[in-house]
């Protein structure tokens, strides 16, 4: 079995036991990434010779006897956003083409504390946002990848590594993943630390996970999470084991809610028919709700906190660099520039209160089920496609995963969405890993 096509898993258990040596496994990795990244372009950076020498090492660790840790001796593939010492952190921008930063962000610490071993940083979007990046959808060179964590969906998916890390402030998670055929997974806000991640908005960037099963995405995200008392989303209280949920039975079978949307309009006959065959299967455990006509509206109110705040976060940089910015972003400055101080924290209450409301909601209700993206991936001349199937629970900080449950009819993957409560990311994991499940036994 080629190496570069574990799991994080099974690949961590591999060289744990010593039957595989983190060295063949990068060795692997890197054959992969030679073959396939040509056509892909995943990676902004890549340093073949510096993975082989933290795999070495980790692999001197094992066999010295040290302790291990749960990624000890994986390679995982970092979203060119966040800080890594020695590596260039560019943000998908010219202006920061010679930036290297003398530190690591908070999760990277995470990461090396773990065993893992860090390959490079793959691509995004300019600054994280809407402008697309040169990736390519590993399933469909024509399509794209999904944004801003572009190279880090596209990586997962063409076993160029089993891990990676993105963000999302819209959908830079679950829809990339979705367009990739992999699993993507946003923790709740505030479960895992953003210092030393670029910033483009304070109540809204989150980071987020790509991995080829379940079980590696609680694993990987169990690694990051960590109160950060630099980081104001950070909380100080326990977090949930997620790892621990992914093998939990469920006590009884989840309630589920699926909210008819005004814009599920916008999904295409083959995710929208998909979908539909995924309630239908759940039977009894899904609840369709018609929401309250203002709930559409919250995709206004992230619009306006995460324009206005990309504008207060970045405004040394558009002021000095403006010729470096492109058109297309240039334009949302603009717009951005004109929303008053009123307007933002009127969106920031808004904000506040859908907090307050799923909060209430989730007390009937152990996850919602919602389309991921609008369907297939789009062609790679339309843009990353769209993020309004996120953008609600994005702005409420809820724990988000899409599972690659669909078939498009052009033979691309599609996901599906599942949405929990707060902080209880353990128990969205237990109900994903039910679904799954119980749609494998209903297909036999």
């Known amino acids: 079995m080629d190496p570069s096509t574990l799991t994080a898993s099974q690949a961590a258990q591999q060289v744990r036991e010593g039957l595989l040596s983190s060295v063949d496994l990068v060795k692997a990795c890197l054959a992969r990434i030679e073959k396939t990244d040509p056509s892909i372009h995943a990676w902004a950076h890549l340093d073949a010779d510096q993975a082989l020498e933290q795999a070495a090492e980790m692999d001197q660790i094992r066999r010295s006897g040290l302790a291990g840790g ?27 083409s010679d930036r290297k930063p ?15 071993v860090i390959m490079g940083k793959t691509v995004t979007t300019e600054f994280a946002f809407l402008n697309p ?17 572009s190279g880090s969906a596209a990586a997962v998916a063409a076993c160029h590594v089993p891990l990676a890390i993105g963000t999302q402030t819209n ?28 910033q483009t908005s304070v109540s809204l960037d989150q980071v987020g996970v790509f991995a080829r099963s379940l079980e590696d995405a ?10 950060d008392s630099t980081d104001p989303a950070s909380f100080k209280r326990p977090r949930p084991a997620m790892a621990k949920g992914v093998t939990e039975e469920v006590p009884v079978e989840p309630d589920l809610a699926f909210f008819e949307m005004p814009f599920h309009d916008r999904l295409s006959a083959d995710a929208r028919q998909g979908l539909d065959l995924v309630v239908d299967a759940l039977g009894g455990r899904v609840t369709r709700l018609r929401p309250a006509d203002t709930m559409a509206d919250l995709v206004a109110v992230q619009a306006t906190i995460h324009e206005y705040e990309i504008c207060q976060h970045l405004a ?33 209450s808004v904000k506040a209160s859908a907090e307050a409301f799923f909060a209430d909601f989730f007390t009937e209700f152990d996850a919602i089920i919602a389309p991921s993206a609008a369907g297939e991936a ?19 900080g809820l724990p988000s995963l899409t599972l690659p449950l669909l078939v498009g009819e052009n033979g691309l993957p599609i ?5 929990g409560p707060a902080e209880k990311d353990d128990r969205l994991l237990r109900t994903a890993n039910w679904l799954q499940t119980k749609l494998a036994a209903e297909a036999v």
């Not at 996901?415 to 949405?419: A, K, N």
Request: hydrophobic share 40%; proline share 6%.
């Open 70 to 96: 749960a990624l000890h001796g994986v390679p995982v593939g970092l979203k060119d956003i966040i800080d890594t010492a020695g590596m260039p952190t560019r943000r998908g921008s010219p202006v920061f």
């Open 102 to 116: 003398e530190a690591d962000a908070a999760l990277v610490d995470k990461m090396r504390d773990a065993g893992a």
């Open 133 to 149: 990046s040169h990736t390519r959808n590993p399933h469909d060179a024509a399509r794209t990848p999904g944004g801003s964590s």
């Open 171 to 198: 959908g830079s998670v679950i829809r990339p993943a979705s367009f990739c055929g992999v699993y993507g997974f946003k923790p709740t806000s505030g479960i895992i630390s953003r210092r030393g991640l670029l």
């Open 218 to 227: 609680a694993l990987l995200s169990d690694v990051l999470a960590g109160c």
């Open 316 to 348: 040394e940089t558009f002021a000095t660099h403006w010729d470096q910015i492109s058109p297309l972003l240039q334009s949302i400055v603009e717009r951005g520039r004109k929303i008053s101080r009123a307007e933002y924290e009127d969106a920031l």
């Open 378 to 396: 789009p062609s790679f001349e339309s843009g990353t496609g769209d993020p309004i199937f996120c953008t609600l629970w994005t702005l409420a």
């Open 415 to 419: 996901g599906v969405q599942l949405i």
